[in-house]
């Protein structure tokens, strides 16, 4: 069992979908906030008490101008992408600050956890530095105001339970339930996964399974941000006694993919899902994984 500590900094980040043409592949290997390719930024941090509330003068001055220039093309349901990203700003710019804090995916008492920041690269540009830092900001402000800081969530935080869930995963059981032999998925056209991804194409590692070296260096990639959120992510439960507390979840990244619109080559994910279904369960009800 691998012992494995991941902090989710500004090296995991959301980026828009704007700069990839269909069909293009852009290496997100060594994607980070900051990150070359990197075309927004943000202006220069104000205030504003127009509203009565600080958070949402502070979002619409400072963080909706970006996350409109650099997110809005895909995640806008007020826009047509052929992506098909999930519409969490709303529709249209005027929706963005409402929607977003009515989400405890984005805005929680965990503002590190904001799935805002933490959604890792896919296509497109990161956020830059500065963008990030103050989308963090405008987050802090959120959990302020609604939770007292991070009062309002119980147990560990979300970096902490994926954390857990990687330190958790062995190579054992990853070959036993056959993820070893997920990135050999035939696309339509006949190419494989591994093809393509084998160096962390478009935020996805996988390599083949040719040889136990290949194999180790795909299970050690997928094991850290952001190619571990290909396979799980975090949700906010509220418990019986009507805290939240967050939980480690599939998130179904390579499945969807199979079923996306867009340029990506097709593929028939049928027989290799259940492989995933049966490594998250034994990862998630382990003794290591279970044991507080």
């Given at each position: ?48 008490t ?52 009515a ?18 690269v896919?296509v ?19 959990a ?9 969530f ?22 036993a339930?056959?993820?070893d ?24 590692y ?44 599939q998130?179904y ?12 080559p ?27």
């Amino acid at each position: 069992m691998r012992a494995l500590a991941l902090v989710l900094t500004a090296s995991v980040v959301l980026v828009a979908c704007v700069a990839e043409t269909p069909g293009d592949l852009i290496d997100d290997s060594t994607g980070g906030a900051g990150a070359s390719g990197a075309t927004t930024s943000s202006s220069s941090t104000s205030t504003s008490t127009g509203s009565g509330n600080a958070g949402r003068d502070y979002f619409e001055a400072n963080v909706s101008p970006f996350v409109q220039t650099a997110c809005a093309s895909c995640h806008d349901g007020a826009n047509v992408d052929e992506y098909g990203g999930p519409d969490f700003l709303g529709n249209g710019m005027e929706s963005y600050y409402d929607t977003l804090v009515a989400n405890s995916d984005m805005v929680s008492a965990s503002p590190e956890s904001s799935r805002l920041i933490t959604r890792g690269v896919h296509v497109g540009p990161a956020l830059t530095a500065s963008q990030y830092d103050t989308a963090l900001i405008w987050l802090q402000m959120e959990a302020d105001a609604r939770y007292g800081g991070s009062g309002g969530f119980e147990g560990p935080t979300a970096e902490e339970l994926v954390a857990k869930f990687a330190s958790c995963m062995t190579i054992t059981d990853w070959t036993a339930t056959g993820m070893d032999t997920v990135a050999l998925q035939q696309t339509l056209n006949g190419t494989s996964c591994h093809g393509c991804h084998q160096s962390g194409v478009g935020a996805n590692y996988m390599t083949n399974n040719n040889t136990q070296a290949s194999i180790d260096l795909g299970f050690d990639k997928t094991s850290a941000p952001p190619f571990i959120f290909n396979l799980i992510t975090t949700t906010a439960v509220t418990g019986p006694n009507g805290k939240q507390h967050y939980e480690v979840v599939q998130s179904y990244g390579w499945r969807d993919k199979s079923i996306a619109p867009g340029s990506h080559p097709k593929f028939i994910f049928t027989q290799q899902q259940p492989k995933i279904d049966a490594w998250f369960d034994t990862v998630i009800n382990s003794t290591c994984y279970t044991t507080p």
